[in-house]
């Protein structure tokens, strides 16, 4: 089994979650849990997101794991901080 399926699994998607995950974004399948996956998960967590939150956010919009940390992901959430928008209500 793929490193990123037994990593979906591990962080509490049921096995039909994972089934359309992959079919939304099958570029899933190719990302490195420990360059990737993990370090993106823990960003949301720092960001706000319970760990009951973020396999909602994966199952929801698996894409997110497609994009860069540093140059996407930070700056946005960066920029909703700036123009006022509150961590509770990002997160």
Known sequence: MKPAVLWLAEVGLSNDLIAKVIAKYPSLLGCSVEENLKP????LSQVG???DHIPKVIANMPQLFGYSLQEKMKP???WLLD???GQEKIA
């Not at 993106?40 to 960003?43: D, L, M, S």
């Open 40 to 43: 993106k998960a823990q960003w």
């Open 49 to 51: 997101l319970s760990n």
């Open 76 to 78: 946005t959430v960066q």
């Open 83 to 85: 123009i006022g928008i």
